[in-house]
């Protein structure tokens, strides 16, 4: 299958750190299709050669695993071409038209990399040209708004023009091995399903701690909050993995049905939970890697006084019958810890303790996310026998963990999220982007947050640097009388 894949925003900084490289793996493990084209696009006014060069130089910044040989590269630059457009022009997406129907591919990709504010117009001017037919997909990278209001404002512009099974709205934790894993491990197995439900799981931790600041990325991040970089995409679709029913089947839709319903039972938020569950917080000075680092106000363009959220912590319910009552509680932040993505199942514990040590201590399951990718459950076991426990009249367990890591089973060279879900668009597959009703839906249950943190003017709570946040994200888990697994 011939296809194209045009790249708007192909200078930009995502195409040469995550698309390109991307590709260039799919190109090195032959998986993609051949007889492909990849035009970049941008505003410089530069030839093929020179755009090729340009990715090129910026391969070197890229990890040394994933770097081409100058012989690789010489063989994938041969399917790189360069379009230069100004993408407020309709001459220039008739010459890009031009370009693609001389070609005639079988598919054509439209990868929107460029700022939000451009989607609709980018949209309006390629179905002006003709180049919304149907063999023609288009992918959006987040952020897709900033609310529940311009979300829907660019969703419904591009309902005009394209229809749904059309767009890929990306969310890059989907494309995650891990999380293709939890998939598997739920719907493959039949071992976890009759346990996974409020009967026998007490509490689910969702963790996604980075350890890296706001980098370079100051001024947007500004506008933008962990709120709406993470919790509103990444974290909910973990959450809908772990809590949907089974799909009736591996469709697209079958799986997007189940996260949607998901998203619609998250319990609303009441002025009381907004003050009770949720914790903002924000980095300030301290260390990072053994090296001190500066506070979030003092990043490259961050307002000295920005209220601006690092960090969110908080607790929620899904209320249905698998799991009224359970505790779902979300954690992500920048310059924490360490980089570690991890969601823990935490079951209840025997209902009956005949053993010393059993008492109120539960299984627990742990998938790892990153930077291992595996999991990890916890039992107890009969510990080393000594004169103690013979002497005791109960016995003492002792804590054991039967431990998968996938990266040693399957080889850490396993396809990467960007390459995945690449792959997946070329051939047209939708399982692994975000359906718009989805997302809407999900900006809905984020909102009340958002509008409750801007009329409260204490502001976020700051941490230190290279901390888990806040302690009052540990004093609001632990009054439910449970703590964060790295507490336990
Ligand atoms: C992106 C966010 O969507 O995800 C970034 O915009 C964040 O702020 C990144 O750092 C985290 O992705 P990963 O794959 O490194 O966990």
């Known amino acids: 299958m011939s296809f194209d894949l045009v790249m708007f925003g192909g200078t930009g900084d995502l195409a040469w750190r995550k698309l390109m490289p991307a590709l260039f793996q799919a190109f090195r493990h032959g998986t993609l299709p051949e007889g492909g084209r990849i035009i970049g696009v941008g505003r410089d006014d530069l030839s ?11 391969f070197e ?22 379009v230069r457009m100004d993408l407020s022009k309709s001459e220039d997406y008739a010459r890009l038209a031009e370009t693609l129907n001389a070609r005639n ?3 054509i990709v439209m990868y929107v990399a460029t700022a939000p504010s451009l989607f609709t117009n980018v949209c309006e001017q390629l179905a002006a040209s003709g180049l919304n037919s149907p063999k023609v997909r288009i992918v959006l990278e987040k952020p897709l708004g900033h609310d529940l209001a ?8 591009v309902s005009r023009f394209f229809k749904e099974d059309q767009v890929y709205r990306i969310d890059h934790y989907l494309g995650k091995p891990s999380v293709q894993n939890l998939f598997a491990l739920r719907f493959g197995n039949a071992l976890f399903e009759p346990l ?17 600041g706001v980098e370079s990325r100051g001024a947007f991040y500004e506008t933008t909050g962990a709120l709406r970089d993470m919790v509103q995409n990444h974290a909910l679709q973990l959450l809908c993995a772990i809590a949907m029913e089974p799909p009736i089947n591996a469709g697209a ?54 209220n601006t959220e ?15 009552g359970v505790p779902f509680y979300i954690r992500t932040g920048k310059r924490l810890s360490g980089r570690d993505a991890r969601i823990v199942i935490n079951f209840r514990p025997t209902p009956h303790a005949i053993f010393n040590s059993n008492e109120g201590v539960g299984n627990r399951l742990v998938i790892n996310l990153q930077p291992k990718d595996g999991l990890e459950l916890h039992l107890l076991a009969q510990g080393q026998d000594n004169r103690q426990s013979r002497a005791s009249a109960t016995q003492s367990l002792a804590p054991v963990q039967l431990d998968l890591d996938f990266d040693k089973r399957f080889g850490s060279e396993r396809v990467g999220a960007y390459e995945r879900l690449l792959l997946d668009v070329i051939d047209g597959r939708l399982n692994l982007f975000v359906r718009s009703d989805e997302q809407e839906e999900a900006w809905r249950w984020v909102e009340p947050m958002l509008e409750h ?19 009052a994200s540990s004093a609001m888990i632990a009054r439910d009388g449970f703590c964060w697994s790295e507490e336990s």
């Open 196 to 212: 996974w439900r409020r009967e026998h799981i007490a509490n689910i931790q969702i963790t996604i701690a980075e350890d890296l």
């Open 453 to 471: 943190w801007a009329a409260d003017t204490s502001g976020p709570r700051l941490y230190a640097a290279g901390t888990w946040g806040p302690s």
């Open 253 to 306: 839709d079958a799986i997007r049905d189940e996260k949607l319903k998901v998203l619609r039972s998250l319990k609303p938020w009441t002025q009381e939970t907004l003050k009770q569950d949720v914790v903002r917080g924000q980095y300030s000075a301290g260390t990072s890697g053994g090296a001190k680092v500066p506070g979030y106000r003092e990043e490259t363009g961050v307002n000295p006084q920005s």
């Open 310 to 324: 690092t960090f969110v912590a908080l607790r929620t319910e899904i209320a249905n019958w698998r799991w009224a």
């Open 150 to 157: 311009s979300n829907r404002a660019i969703n419904q512009t």
């Open 105 to 107: 591919a079988d598919g």
């Open 48 to 58: 093929h050669d020179q755009y090729r060069a340009l990715i090129q130089s910026r």
């Open 61 to 82: 910044k890229v990890e040394l695993a994933k770097r081409p040989s100058a012989e690789e590269f010489a063989r994938f630059a041969a399917i790189l071409e360069f």
